[in-house]
């Protein structure tokens, strides 16, 4: 098993472009989420998804948004990036919504 | 609202020596879940322990043990045995609905 799979691994935009954040899990989990970590900080939700259709909005949603086709991917799209959008963002997975939840590698994006 | 609080931004211990990472919270739900993580500077995210609030003993994985003292609010990461490569930072997490509350994380130093 591949686990949580993200892609790209880094990536530079500029200010007002857009790009999709890919995100694959391969262990049937039914939860996925997106977080985000600002430099010294911990993660926080932006989204997440119960399961294949069904989508909800974290503690920081503004500036992004999701879709969940399949139960295997949950992209992230970013519209008119903002400096502010600079960070690494998490992709992570759980089978229930109380069981552990593992991440993939990281995106790291700057926005300039 | 749910609170998760590390007070040590930074730790040093020696190679094989034991070392404990504090971990306080706030929550008035009855039902909840605590996770450590660890996140070398490869920059992923590593689960490591879980402690469920009704769990009677506490939790432990190879070197890793959570000291759960439930009436402080307290769940301390004990590592035994510091490696060198247990050098990271590690975050305490709380389950709140859907999403992982993160705190901000203690820097461990391992040194030789």
């Known amino acids: 098993n591949a686990g949580v799979t993200q892609t790209p691994k880094f990536r530079i935009l500029k200010i007002g472009q857009s790009m999709t954040l890919q995100c694959a899990q391969d262990?049937?989990?039914?939860?996925m989420y997106w977080y985000r970590q600002d430099p010294g900080m911990g993660l926080k939700l932006i989204y997440y998804?119960?399961?294949?259709?069904?989508?909800d909005k974290g503690e920081v949603p503004n500036g992004y948004n999701v879709s969940r086709s399949t139960t295997e991917d949950f992209p992230l799209r970013l519209e008119l990036a903002a400096p502010s959008q600079t960070s690494v963002y998490f992709c992570?997975?759980?089978?229930?919504?109380?069981?552990?939840?593992?991440f993939g590698p990281g995106t790291r994006l700057l926005v300039l | 609202a749910q609170k998760i609080t590390q007070t040590q931004p930074g730790m040093f211990v020696q190679e094989k020596e034991a070392v404990t990472l504090d971990c306080t919270y706030d929550?008035?739900?009855?039902?909840?879940?605590l996770f450590w993580y660890k996140q070398p500077s490869s920059g992923e995210m590593i689960f490591l322990i879980y402690?469920?609030?009704?769990?009677?003993q506490n939790a432990t994985e190879g070197r890793y043990s959570l000291n759960f003292q439930k009436a402080r609010k307290s769940a301390n990461l004990v590592i035994s045995a510091s490696q060198l490569g247990d050098s990271a930072m590690y975050f305490c997490?709380?389950?709140?609905?859907?999403?992982?509350?993160f705190g901000k994380g203690t820097s461990l130093l391992v040194t030789p």
């Open positions: 262990m049937n989990h039914n939860y």
């Open positions: 992570a997975s759980s089978y229930t919504s109380r069981e552990t939840q593992y």
């Open positions: 998804s119960v399961g294949a259709g069904i989508t």
């Open positions: 929550t008035s739900d009855p039902s909840y879940g």
């Open positions: 997490a709380m389950r709140s609905g859907y999403a992982l509350n």
């Open positions: 402690q469920g609030s009704y769990d009677q």
